[in-house]
């Protein structure tokens, strides 16, 4: 069984989706208040090793033309320390590929789902970032790519 772990990177939280053991479909999991870079990274190896994660796919938010911004760079150092902790920590005896994908629009069209299901202001809050990384790992997903 192969599982697949989805993150939707901002600077106060984290989503977290997860795909079924085939991998066919995501599932939100967890919209996470990040904590400190040292919480937020052992959090995320605690799905990768409860889970048994083999392949994480991050968003990564790039400008409209394409390019990379600050934004870009925050996700990127963040993915980082997980690898270096993946890699260099006792806990995770596997490979644990890191996939980027491109989420731009992402929220957007999360929101407007979440509109249409005349979901609460509040309520919208509280889980866009879940359900943004449930559509990265679902776009990755039906791209083929399990």
Known sequence: MIRFLGLDVGDATVGIAISDPLGYTAQGLENYRRVSVKEDVNHMIDYIEEYHVTKLVVGLPLNMNASK?????????????IEKKIRYGKRI??????????????????????????????KRKSIVDKMAAMVILQSYLDGGNR
Not at 69 to 75: D, F, N, R
Not at 97 to 122: C, F, N, P
């Open 69 to 81: 911004g600050p934004q870009t760079e925050k996700v990127e150092a963040f993915v980082k320390q």
């Open 93 to 122: 005896d596997w490979d644990v590929d890191v996939v980027y994908w491109d989420e731009r629009l992402t929220t957007t069209q999360v929101e407007k789902m979440m509109i249409t299901a005349d979901l609460s202001r509040a």
